[in-house]
Nanobody, 127 residues
Framework: HVQLVESGGVSVQAGGTLRLSCAAS???????????MGWFRQAPGKEREGVAA????????YYADSVKGRFTISQDKAKNTVYLQMNSLKPEDTAMYYC??????????????????WGQGTQVTVS
């Protein structure tokens, strides 16, 4: 049973930077390197959307158009941790951010249906 714990969400001013972390543990099937790790976000009244994903095996990364060039997803395999570096933050980035783990098939699609395990979320507010 995979467990994901996010951290790093705070309130920041527009144009600021923030780094979210997601610590993963409890891999029962396969290994850490067999998963796609993704970041999703959901703003009030809106559907959850995929932000970025990384295939832990090969390191390939994928981004939503809305965050390309501003956000960077990375991983520390030794710590089983995935990060989301967020630069040039905008008010429209305000949302609850969730870390998720799932099938490698979900990486390029950034669709939550491919992700089986979810963290509790961390709030990011940009004003």
């Amino acid at each position: 049973h995979v467990q994901l714990v996010e951290s790093g969400g705070v309130s920041v001013q527009a144009g600021g930077t923030l780094r979210l972390s997601c610590a993963a543990s409890g891999y029962t099937y396969g290994t850490y390197s067999s998963y796609c790790m993704g970041w999703f976000r959901q703003a009030p009244g809106k559907e959850r959307e995929g932000v970025a994903a990384i295939y832990t095996g090969g390191g390939s990364t994928y981004y939503a158009d809305s965050v390309k060039g501003r956000f960077t997803i990375s991983q520390d395999k030794a710590k089983n941790t995935v990060y989301l570096q967020m630069n040039s933050l905008k008010p429209e980035d305000t949302a609850m951010y969730y870390c998720a783990a799932g099938s490698p098939m979900g990486c390029a699609r950034l669709q939550d249906a491919w992700f089986n395990y979810w963290g509790q979320g961390t709030q990011v507010t940009v004003s």
